[in-house]
């Protein structure tokens, strides 16, 4: 018996020297975007890291729109939901909902149903999404806002999942130079919300007032992890497209995002003066600007 507590005790500290030598960002290049996928949150520590069995997971995925290079390749998130149930996760939800005709763009879905018919979505944040206070919340004040000044109204059950993992996909925005991250947070509010985030600034569309808007947004919670899309993606015309499609075929995992959104810049050719929110970001406390002190560690398969 006292062997055995010892070897408890000792795989237990072995684990947490692992989840704590794990890398800042993990980032996988290759053509095999579903075991890439896996691969990555593998090299992060593993899905066991992130989320626990019983417990309730939101997900937001860059989904909706659709030309190609525009929205995450569902084999990422067929993968993620893999690890997520393997890993003994009882409730998953949308917290925008995805699209039957979503999951048809990926030759996986059919042999994935299963575990995908076991998730739901929050169907009344479909864009463009409307106040009820059954599924949204009104946010009257947002601690340490510099530009949201306005009552936010954001999906409810983003503030009751116990896990937030954010999927979003790295692409060009005409106002913003990148949507990414830091960005994708924007699908939780009703269009309302957004619209105050194009309007309410000095004049419409003011690139500075809406990057502060994106950053005091995530002030509200940050997510556990992200999983972001790198792999065939518009480099022009974005959000919506049809633009110029590159493929740098990476899938880029971590927590920092002003780190991934920094990262997704640089390999997208943007400058990153361009891109406000990753500067903002940073001096919002919400992640390191400053790559070279990040354990940043990339494979190719």
């Known amino acids: 018996m006292k062997k055995l507590s010892l070897l408890v005790v000792a795989l237990l500290l072995l684990s947490l020297s692992l989840v704590a030598k794990a890398p800042d960002i993990v980032v996988v290049k290759g053509e095999g975007i579903y075991e890439n996928t896996l691969f990555a949150v593998e090299k992060m520590g593993g899905m066991q890291r992130f989320v626990q069995p019983g417990q309730k997971v939101g997900l937001l995925?860059?989904?909706d729109f659709k030309e190609y290079g525009a929205y995450v390749n569902p084999d990422i998130v067929i993968a993620v939901l893999k690890?997520?149930?393997?890993a003994g996760v009882s409730d998953v939800v949308f917290l925008q909902p995805v699209s039957e005709e979503y999951w048809k763009k990926s030759n996986l879905a059919e042999s994935h149903w299963d575990i995908i018919s076991k998730t739901r979505g929050i169907d009344a944040n479909k864009f463009p999404a409307q106040f009820s206070e059954e599924y949204f919340v009104k946010i009257e004040n947002v601690e340490n806002a510099k530009a949201i000044n306005f009552e936010l109204e954001i999906?409810?059950?983003?503030?009751?999942v116990d896990v937030f993992?954010?999927?979003?996909?790295a692409k060009h925005h005409a106002t913003t130079v990148l949507t990414n991250a830091m960005k994708n947070l924007m699908g939780l509010n009703t269009r309302a919300s957004n619209v105050k985030f194009h309007l309410n600034g000095p004049s419409r569309n003011d690139p500075d007032f809406i990057a502060q808007c994106i950053v005091d947004l995530n002030l509200l919670r940050k997510a556990d992890l992200i999983i972001s899309d790198m792999t065939n993606v518009i480099k022009t015309n974005g959000p919506g497209g049809p633009g110029e499609i590159i493929s740098p075929m990476k899938i880029v995992a971590g927590r920092d995002a002003v780190a991934i959104d920094k990262y997704c810049a640089q390999e997208l050719g943007f400058f990153i003066e361009d891109v406000l929110t990753v500067q903002k970001g940073f001096e919002a406390g919400l992640g390191k600007i400053d790559l070279n002190q990040l354990n940043i560690v990339e494979f190719e398969n």
């Open 83 to 86: 690890m997520i149930f393997d």
């Open 61 to 63: 995925v860059n989904s």
């Open 155 to 160: 999906v409810k059950e983003f503030f009751d």
């Open 165 to 169: 993992i954010n999927i979003p996909i």
